[in-house]
């Protein structure tokens, strides 16, 4: 008996419709990439090129820099502070990084740096303002803003008031509150500045803080204290600038060691006691 085999047809996919162009937009995408990518390499090496031209060009170099604001510090003092060479090329000069640098500089509060195409570098400079002496042990350099901007040294400035009886803790943080000591303090430091009180300044030499008694100023010619006490400043100021006034009148009126100005409302004049010839103290009766 003869069995015949079954033969199977070999079985034939069809590829699908669109198959060959789903490569060819592949690869087109891919070729397009490249050539995005091909092109962004060579406007990088033309940007490095056409920076390296600027910044080493003859014609950009800096022939003109200016400095201004400057009144303590000497020109060659913050251009060395600043980091500009003279005929540096004014492209290469890093404007942020030079503001910086100034702005480390303890006696500058604020700088601005600028160019000026082709040649110029301009640097204007806010110099600090000292208002006192803080001395808490060592001695400090307090600006008109309450703050410490750096310690005192024998070259820097002689003829301001000294504070005592303060402690670093009471001096301003940036943002934060003042104790009422010191608050007291920039209050008569800043009277004859704001509130226009004359000669308030010349009998300043030492602002002494009790904190229960408020502010003693000492120094004036002939008055070796004031006592203010606390509030009410631009007031007593105003009246300690009449009393000294007519002082002069009274010609028996010697030296005078005390002006209680505590209370508004009283003043309590205290002259020295006299000094025998002998040397010895006379108590007036």
């Not at 000492?218 to 105003?238: F, M, N, P, W």
């Amino acid at each position: 008996m003869v069995v015949k085999k079954h033969i199977r047809k070999n079985a034939y996919r069809r590829r699908p419709a669109g198959a060959g162009r789903d490569w060819r937009r592949l690869l087109g995408r891919a070729a397009a990439a490249a050539g995005v990518l091909i092109g962004l390499t060579l406007t990088s090496f033309l940007l490095v090129f056409a920076h390296d031209l600027l910044t080493q060009c003859d014609y950009f170099r800096g022939s003109r820099i200016v400095v201004q604001g400057n009144d303590r510090l000497g020109t060659e003092e913050v251009l060395t502070q600043s980091g500009v060479h003279p005929d540096a090329n004014i492209l290469a000069v890093n404007l942020s990084l030079v503001r910086r640098k100034l702005l480390a500089h303890p006696w500058i509060a604020d700088a601005q740096v600028s160019r000026e195409l082709p040649d110029g570098i301009f640097i204007r400079i806010l110099e600090q303002q000292p208002l006192a002496i803080l001395d808490v042990g060592h001695k400090f350099l307090l600006n008109a803003s309450g703050e410490i901007f750096k310690a005192w040294e024998p070259e820097d400035p002689e003829n301001l008031p000294v504070i005592t009886g303060l402690a670093l803790s009471d001096v301003s943080a940036s943002g934060a509150p003042r104790s009422l000591p010191f608050a007291a303090v920039m209050e008569i430091l800043q009277i004859e500045r704001d509130a226009g009180v004359p000669q308030l300044t010349t009998l300043v030499r030492q602002i002494r803080v009790d904190r229960e008694l408020g502010l003693t100023l000492t120094g004036a010619d002939r008055v070796q204290a004031i006592a203010l006490g606390y509030s009410e400043y631009l007031a007593k100021c105003r009246r300690l600038v009449r009393v000294l006034s007519e002082l002069p009148v009274a010609t028996d009126f010697g030296d005078i060691d005390m002006i209680d100005l505590k209370d508004l409302n009283r003043v309590v004049i205290r002259p020295l006691a006299p000094v025998t010839p002998e040397g010895s103290v006379k108590e007036e009766t």
